[in-house]
């Protein structure tokens, strides 16, 4: 072999080598480029009731390579997460005046209005009722929910299951059993309230204010009206 092939076979072999690097380097770049363009569309998407936090976008970040240039696209994220929980606050504020309905146990009965309540089921059921009983006890109101799919269901309390019982204002004790052939079924029993405004607390943490029922998360409002 002369000169020219050697030198030949090192042109080609310098060619070849610089070719895979180029190609690694544009996968690397094009990879970061597809996974920013996805974050921020999520980011810009996301369910401002649920909001994306700053420790998801640090855990996603820990799957891509670790070179140089994921300091620049982890600070660039962080970033625009701050943005986002800002915006978030305003696109969430928009549930202020509205009702809900929220899991609690107390239950407020006014006869001057519609007393709207409701139920979560996790799974379908076979046996289920939901009632509610006054401060000794006494259950003034009982709704069968056998035969129930999952999901968010809303009901009207209008009159006691007992005629003869007469339902005076205030506050009231409600409660859900549920379970299918084989097991008990997670249920919460959901009361309707009014958002009156959005606090944002420790780590970003977003509550809906819903006055003399107090403060609750965001991500526990089953329904909003």
């Known amino acids: 072999m002369n000169i020219l092939d050697n030198n030949l076979i090192n042109n080609n072999t310098y060619v070849s080598n610089n070719n895979e690097i180029y190609l690694k380097k544009n996968n690397e770049l094009n990879s970061k480029n597809n996974f920013l363009k996805l974050l921020i569309a999520q980011i810009k998407n996301q369910d401002p009731i649920d909001p994306i936090k700053n420790t998801d976008i640090t855990s996603l970040l820990t799957q891509i390579e670790n070179t140089n240039d994921i300091k620049k696209v982890n600070d660039t994220l962080l970033h625009i997460s701050e943005n986002s929980n800002n915006l978030t606050l305003a696109q969430t504020s928009e549930i202020i005046g509205h009702g809900v309905l929220f899991p609690s146990y107390q239950i407020e009965h006014d006869n001057s209005k519609d007393n709207i309540f409701g139920v979560y089921l996790s799974e379908d059921t076979t046996f289920a009722d939901a009632t509610i009983s006054d401060k000794d ?72 204010d819903l006055g003399k029922f107090g403060l609750i998360e965001l991500n526990s409002i089953k329904k909003i009206f």
């Open 137 to 208: 006890g006494k259950i003034i109101f009982f709704k069968d929910l056998s035969n129930f799919k999952a999901g968010v269901h809303q009901f009207k309390w209008d009159d006691s299951y007992d005629k003869d019982i007469k339902i005076l204002d205030g506050m009231y004790n409600i409660n859900v059993n549920a379970r299918n052939d084989k097991k008990l079924i997670f249920c919460q029993p959901l009361v309707y309230g009014m958002v009156d405004g959005i606090i944002n607390v420790d780590n970003n943490k977003k509550m809906a």
